[in-house]
């Protein structure tokens, strides 16, 4: 009896555990087969609750997720970001008009980075990681970070022009001279736009892909030096001008090359300056644009800019035309600290400059073993009625890469090869519009180069590791889609160099063409590119008036042409010969062009500034 009863008990407790188990592995089975099903319904698309800021993606696939992103981009570009303070307004749209297609981008997004991230929600871990991103995107909300480049000083500093007049920057005490007594300018408060909590307002906007107006707000700013703290360093302020006159000196390693100048009392006694410590401690130093301006002037006597062997083809073998040279050039920031602790604090009456090296990347030595033996690859683009100016920066930037060499594995940089931009490097401006204002800008005419660069490197099989098409079409660059835009410090144009030697640019212009070549040595790739598909192509739309200050009232003037816009790609692959060990690639390459208003400036008819105080406020 026992027995059966224990028995029966222990039969109790089996079946008990029995029909948990079974019960468990059906919800299992039924949780996991949904999550399956749930996963092949969105095969190939972006799970539901993915969104980049404030637009959702769910349900779509890469290419619809894509245009959606584009047509939220594009009108941030037409509307621009809207800041005002009081009655007055500025719209600030990311790029400046030229007719080389664009110079400045304020701001730019990474398209194909948002997509890539917001389809591999759910999908980018295995096992449990890869099924709970599905069940957050099922039940939640996941919002993907906004990729994008956002040029903040820029962007402040053409608020600030428009809005400067409205501020009262205040005063430091200052120390100045009556003959040689030292006295200390009374300080002031000043009154300044908080452009920091400005440009946060603009991230927060490109994060959400929004546009909410900005509006300005004062803030007060206290002085960092009183006069009292001036006056309390007079003695010290007696003391240091007392050393002059001040020398300072350059002498060169091998002491060959001396040169020394003067800093005589009156001088001198401009140069001394109260300034603050970031501590709260005021101390004497001395003023750093008045010294940085010096400097300057000095350094064209001294520089030595660091020169790299440049080359050229000539009967099948490359012949030097540049040799290598290390540069030296003055260290500003350094020398300006050596001159505070050397003169300012022990009291010397000399000291010398600091001096950087800057040594070559590339030498003279066995140039005809760098394994440059062929032509690898060429790249062309027409610039036929350009204007003069623009014609001649072609020729400049051009030659200004003409004979470069790129190492084996090196990643090049057309901005940084390219240097400064300006008219002591040869260029000449060209009239571009910023807001509401036409200025004169430097390099008109490099995104021809830049192009051109663009084309070779694809020609070639290289690697592009950064580019960014212009932001309209621009009948220099057709056919679209083949195009490179560069500014620097970006948009920029970069590619490695693969081939496992050494390249040789050499360029030349040929009427209205640009020729681009590289020499080197061919490992047996082939490159072969589609013809450019253009598509969506979308109309211009009717000419944008703006308001400007810089013609009379009512005056007009047309700035800018139409573009329409359009999307374009080509396909490229690269294959090498079997045996090597390398894998064919295939890769698409994408360009967005926004349709482009024309653009007519008129003059503004007079009114009342408005200048009341915006208190702070929150966006």
Not at 287 to 302: F, G, M, N, S
Not at 379 to 396: L, Q, T, Y
Not at 547 to 555: I, R, S, Y
Request: with cysteine.
């Amino acid at each position: 009896m026992i027995k059966e009863k224990i028995s029966g008990v222990i039969n109790n407790t089996i079946y008990k555990w029995l029909l948990f188990v079974a019960i468990f592995l059906i919800v299992v089975v039924v949780v996991f087969g949904s999550i399956e099903l749930y996963s092949f319904y969105f095969n190939n698309r972006i799970y539901p609750g993915v969104a980049v800021g404030e637009l959702g993606l769910g349900g779509k696939n890469k290419e619809q997720a894509r245009a959606l992103i584009l047509a939220k981009s594009d009108e941030l570009v037409h509307e621009g970001i809207s800041f005002y303070y009081g009655q007055e307004k500025m719209i600030l749209t990311p790029i400046s008009y030229s007719e080389d297609g664009n110079s400045q981008v304020l701001w730019t997004y990474d398209l194909d980075k948002m997509v890539d991230e917001a389809y591999l929600v759910g999908r980018a871990g295995k096992g449990l990681a890869g099924w709970q991103g599905k069940i957050q995107a099922l039940f939640g909300r996941v919002i993907v970070e906004a990729r994008y480049q956002f040029k903040k000083e820029e962007t402040t500093a053409t608020v600030k022009e428009k809005f400067g007049q409205f501020e009262d920057p205040g005063e430091e005490a200052r120390l100045t001279w009556e003959g040689n007594t030292p006295v200390g300018t009374r300080e002031k408060t000043g009154k300044v736009f908080d452009y920091e909590r400005a440009m946060g307002w603009v991230e927060e906007n490109l994060q959400r892909l929004e546009n909410r107006p900005i509006e300005l707000a004062l803030i007060e700013i206290q002085p960092k030096v009183t006069q009292a703290e001036v006056e309390g360093l007079f003695p010290k302020a007696r003391e240091v001008r007392s050393l002059a006159p001040v020398t300072i000196k350059f002498i060169e390693e091998e002491e060959t090359n001396k040169k020394s100048w003067t800093i005589k009392e009156q001088e001198w006694s401009e140069w001394l300056k109260v300034k603050d410590n970031g501590q709260g401690e005021a101390y004497l130093g001395v003023d750093e644009e008045k010294a940085r301006d010096w400097l300057k002037e000095i350094a064209l006597a001294v520089d030595q800019p660091v020169k790299d062997a440049r080359f050229v083809m000539q009967d099948g073998r490359v012949s030097e035309f540049q040799s290598a040279q290390d540069g030296r050039v003055v260290d500003i920031e350094e020398s300006i600290k050596k001159i505070e602790e050397v003169i300012l604090r022990e009291g010397q009456r000399e000291t010398e400059l600091v001096m950087m090296t800057e040594k070559t990347k590339l030498n003279n030595e066995s140039v005809n073993e760098l394994g440059i033996r062929e032509l690898v690859g060429q790249g062309e683009s027409n610039f036929a009625g350009s204007s003069k100016s623009r014609i001649h920066n072609i020729g400049v930037g051009a030659a200004a890469l003409n004979g470069l060499l790129i190492k084996p594995g090196e990643e090049f940089s057309i901005n940084n090869a390219l240097g400064t931009i300006d008219a002591s490097t040869g260029y000449k401006p060209e009239m571009v519009i910023k807001g509401d204002k036409t200025i004169p800008e430097y390099g008109g005419g490099l995104c021809q180069v830049g192009t051109t660069l663009f084309r070779l490197a694809i020609n070639t099989g290289l690697p592009i590791t950064e580019r960014r098409n212009h932001s309209y079409r621009v009948s220099y660059y057709e056919p679209a889609g083949t195009d490179a835009t560069i500014y620097g410090p970006w948009p920029d144009l970069k590619f490695i160099n693969d081939t496992g030697n050494y390249l040789l640019l050499q360029t030349r212009i040929e009427g209205t063409k640009a020729y681009f070549d590289f020499w080197g040595t061919s490992d047996g790739r082939e490159v072969a590119t589609t013809t450019p598909t253009i598509y969506n192509i979308v109309p211009a739309g009717g000419t944008k008036m703006i308001e400007t200050e810089d013609l009379k009232p009512g005056e007009k003037k047309c700035t800018e042409r139409a573009h329409n816009g359009a999307d374009a790609y080509f396909k490229r692959t690269i294959s090498w010969p079997e045996g090597t060990g390398r894998e064919k690639i295939e890769e698409t390459f994408r360009s967005h062009y926004v349709p482009w208003q024309a653009v007519c400036l008129v003059g503004k008819e007079p009114s009342e500034t408005a200048t009341s105080t915006v208190e702070v406020i929150s966006n």
